[in-house]
Nanobody
């Protein structure tokens, strides 16, 4: 079992920045990759970025300019830095864990709300 707890969301003005955190605990040796997703009201969940256990990153093309994923293995935490926030970034942001050997994403956090005012 893996437990994921997101934090760092909130209300921010357009143009501002936020750093979201995802604290990871449990069977971490089973984790291959961590991902950040978001879901806006009435829309499908959207992949933002992923990072492997050895630090390789992937970003969705439309989001790579303002989003940065990173991890601190010593703190068992994955981060998502969001710069130049826009109102359309308003969503619930989730972290998820991809595990060996199935390479599925069975573990998700509860989400953290990001609201960007114009």
């Amino acid at each position: 079992q893996v437990q994921l707890v997101e934090s760092g969301g909130g209300l921010v003005q357009a143009g501002g920045s936020l750093r979201l955190s995802c604290a990871v605990s449990g069977s971490m040796l089973s984790i291959y990759r961590m991902g950040w997703y978001r879901q806006a009201p009435g829309q499908q969940r959207e992949l933002i970025a992923t990072i492997t256990d050895y630090g390789a990153t992937y970003y969705a093309d439309s989001l790579k300019d303002r989003f940065t994923i990173s991890r601190d293995n010593g703190k068992n935490t994955v981060y998502l830095q969001i710069d130049t926030l826009k109102p359309e970034d308003t969503a619930v942001y989730y972290c998820a864990a991809q595990i060996f050997p199935t390479y599925t994403y069975p573990y998700w956090g509860q989400g953290t709300q990001v609201t960007v005012s114009s």
